[in-house]
T-cell receptor, first 113, second 114 residues
Framework: GENVGLHLPTLSVQEGDNSIINCAYSNSASDYFIWYKQESGKGPQFIIDIRSNMDKRQGQRVTVLLNKTVKHLSLQIAATQPGDSAVYFCADGEETSGSRLTFGEGTQLTVNP | KAGVTQTPRYLIKTRGQQVTLSCSPISGHRSVSWYQQTPGQGLQFLFEYFSETQRNKGNFPGRFSGRQFSNSRSEMNVSTLELGDSALYLC?????????????FGSGTRLTVV
């Protein structure tokens, strides 16, 4: 279930595997980055964020990695569960731009039991 | 606490009509942003309102407008609807007006233009 570096619109993994979802951004001035999960019929739900002065941040079962040199972001989900099936988006924003976010292309994650 | 509430959930309109969508933010949140989500373009920023003032605007035509009331509730309006306006319209609210501080999305209004 790993696809390091390359953004894929879909990712299929087995339950219990680790998942890596990749995202590219274009604005070198972005101050923070957020990963969202969107389930069918719902709005995006916050997963984890990271500021531009960090390169790694860990949450519960999730880790976000930021590589500012190549403008790349990744989300790692440990021990993926069927409830993790959803579309995942990365987004970036600037402190001086209020609440405006620029979203990346989503990745549909499917977890097979 | 109650989340972000968007009404209506679904809407069907005819080309050329206008539509108004409503968003009630989380209590105490002063910033409301609107996004359009389509399969082809993804999530795109429309505009942001903070304390009743438009603070940011995306690259959408003037047919798309919005406003915010003193209780922070916001409405967006689309005039002269086109088929391409069919989309899921999402709003998000936050307290101090930055997306990395408690930014919460509603479930959206699904607009279909026929």
């Amino acid at each position: 279930g790993e696809n390091v570096g390359l953004h894929l619109p879909t990712l299929s993994v087995q339950e219990g595997d680790n998942s890596i979802i990749n995202c590219a951004y274009s604005n070198s001035a972005s101050d923070y980055f957020i990963w969202y999960k969107q389930e069918s019929g719902k709005g995006p739900q916050f997963i984890i964020d990271i500021r531009s002065n960090m390169d790694k941040r860990q949450g519960q079962r999730v880790t976000v990695l930021l590589n500012k040199t190549v403008k790349h972001l990744s989300l790692q989900i440990a021990a993926t569960q069927p409830g993790d099936s959803a579309v995942y988006f990365c987004a970036d924003g600037e402190e001086t731009s209020g609440s405006r976010l620029t979203f990346g292309e989503g990745t549909q994650l499917t977890v097979n039991p | 606490k109650a989340g972000v509430t968007q009404t209506p959930r679904y809407l069907i309109k005819t080309r050329g009509q206008q539509v108004t969508l409503s968003c009630s933010p989380i209590s105490g949140h002063r910033s409301v942003s609107w996004y359009q989500q389509t399969p082809g373009q993804g999530l795109q920023f429309l505009f942001e309102y903070f304390s009743e003032t438009q603070r940011n605007k995306g690259n959408f035509p003037g047919r798309f407008s919005g406003r915010q009331f003193s209780n922070s509730r916001s409405e967006m309006n689309v005039s002269t609807l086109e088929l391409g306006d069919s989309a899921l319209y999402l709003c998000a609210s936050s307290y101090p007006g930055q997306a990395n501080y408690g930014y919460t999305f509603g479930s959206g209004t699904r607009l279909t233009v026929v």
